[in-house]
């Protein structure tokens, strides 16, 4: 592990006092560090010129000085740490570019982390994405900076929800998206994603099937089989600001124009869009068959990200609906998060196998 000192951030600010500064769990075992300078200065302009190169499709060059001071000191303070950062596609773009070193969606943020050697994994993300880092990495230490950056689907429902349902439908099998609490997987027989719900849903064996918390992607889902869903009432509160009215109104102004609409969306969305996929399936969607101009119907900061991997052949158009769970997770607080070691995400271990086996089932359907 690198010494804080050889990397060049030790002209440092005194250490906030620790009576306003709690010490987590995470920090007695790891130490709390000093909070690096965060000055503009040119050895910080010449040392992140390049990650600039990255954003400045979508960043106006004042705000950079802003971001970069914040940007250098944590990728500093990630070797220091032996820390990865994971960050969802919905993350601005200075941390999707800048500071991450995994990026995808939550399950293949969660996936791919287990294949590091990192001690210290932070979640650029929400809390439901945070604890399925922790089921899946069970023996680092997962960070989340803020917790509570929720999630609309995840707090729709709870465990005690799923064991009505169960009452209500016995013998019926029960898929949670992944956007649900530990609580709420440990109670479902398998977890599914946007990408795989139809094939989990089928793959069950079963003519019902009770499908949570989502009611839009249990109705996208049940558009394409004779599987009876029973869905749970809970929504993403971004995606399900969309109407179909609005799309059709983009399209009047450009009949040329390529909708791209996330399964989260209301049906009859879906129902105007061009394509319907996951997060992962609309990026490829835009790389492979590069539309002239797209509207990304999602989270605004996704098509920001997808912007700057696809600079000067799609021009997006942002029908910018921001969710603001997501927008909770800044430079300042993944910073805050490095040097107190905060805060940590912990789960029962008891209720942790059980969740783990709902995921994992998952998984293993490949
Ligand atoms: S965009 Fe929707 S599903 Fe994703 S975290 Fe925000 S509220 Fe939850």
Known sequence: MDDFRSLNVEA????????????????RRFGALPMPNLAWTPEVERETAHLYEKVKAVMPS??????????????????????????????????????????????QLAKLAAESDADVIVQGGVHFMA?????????????????????????????????????QYPGVPVVAYVNTSAEVKAEVDICCTSS?????????????????????????????TKVKIIAW??????????????????????PSITIIAHPE????????????????????????????RVLLVTECSMADNVATETMGVTEFVRPCNLC????????????????????????DPALAVRARRSVQRMIDMG
């Open 62 to 107: 004042v705000e950079w000085p802003f971001h970069a001071p914040y940007v250098k000191a944590i990728n500093d303070l990630k070797k220091v740490r032996n820390a990865v950062i994971l960050a969802h596609n919905y993350q601005t773009p200075e941390i999707y570019n800048c500071v991450a070193d995994v990026v995808g969606d939550s399950l």
């Open 324 to 347: 603001p769970h997501m927008k909770r997770i800044t430079l300042p607080k993944i910073l805050d998060s490095l040097v107190y070691m905060r805060e940590e995400v912990t789960i």
């Open 131 to 167: 604890e399925t880092s922790k089921l899946l990495n069970p023996n680092k230490t997962i960070l989340i900076p803020d917790s509570k950056a929720g999630c609309s689907l995840a707090e729709s429902i709870t465990a005690a929800d799923v064991r009505l349902l169960r009452q």
């Open 196 to 224: 795989n719900a139809l094939k989990i849903v089928e793959s069950l064996g079963s003519d019902r099937v009770i499908f949570l918390p989502d009611q839009y992607l249990a109705k996208n889902v049940q558009a394409q």
């Open 233 to 254: 009432a809970g929504a993403c509160e971004v995606h399900e600001r969309f109407t179909a009215a609005e799309m059709l109104r983009y399209r009047a102004d450009d």
């Open 265 to 292: 969306c209301p049906p009859e969305v879906v129902a105007v869009s061009d394509f319907a996929g996951s997060t992962a399936a609309m990026i490829d969607y835009v790389k492979t068959k590069k539309p002239k």
């Open 12 to 27: 440092v600010a005194p250490m906030a006092p620790l009576s306003a500064q709690p010490l987590s769990d995470a920090a």
